[in-house]
């Protein structure tokens, strides 16, 4: 049974950075790892992904620049590094895995970020 558990969440002050995680157990064979976010109120929002073998990303505009996604292929880790972060960025936040990018079969439970002024 395949797992996503992501952690790395918390408050945070406008302009401060935090890194979340994402550990996948069990085996899967997905080529994607992404990232979404959803505000109270709003519709999930994606953020990113990562390609596992190449290791390329693709964001969302609304955090390119701010937000790098990483990967510990040896760890299953998938990592959400936010920086700059906005108070427009509180949400909670999930990790996913699929094998074509807008197609992810797991899905975490997700973790809160909140961004105080």
């Known amino acids: 049974q395949v797992q996503l558990v992501e952690s790395g969440g918390g408050l945070v002050q406008a302009g401060g950075s935090l890194r979340l995680s994402c550990t996948t157990s069990g085996r899967t064979f997905s080529r994607y790892g992404g990232w979404f976010r959803q505000a109270p109120g709003k519709e999930r929002e994606f953020v990113g992904y990562?390609?596992?073998?190449?290791?390329?990303?693709y964001y969302a505009d609304s955090v390119k620049g701010r937000f790098t996604i990483s990967r510990d292929n040896a760890k299953n880790t998938m990592y959400l590094q936010m920086n700059s972060l906005k108070l427009e960025d509180t949400a909670v936040y999930y990790c996913?895995?699929?094998?074509?990018?807008?197609?992810?079969?797991?899905w975490g439970q997700g973790t809160q970020v909140t961004v105080s002024s």
């Open positions: 996913a895995q699929g094998n074509v990018p807008g197609e992810y079969e797991y």
């Open positions: 990562i390609r596992w073998s190449a290791g390329s990303t």
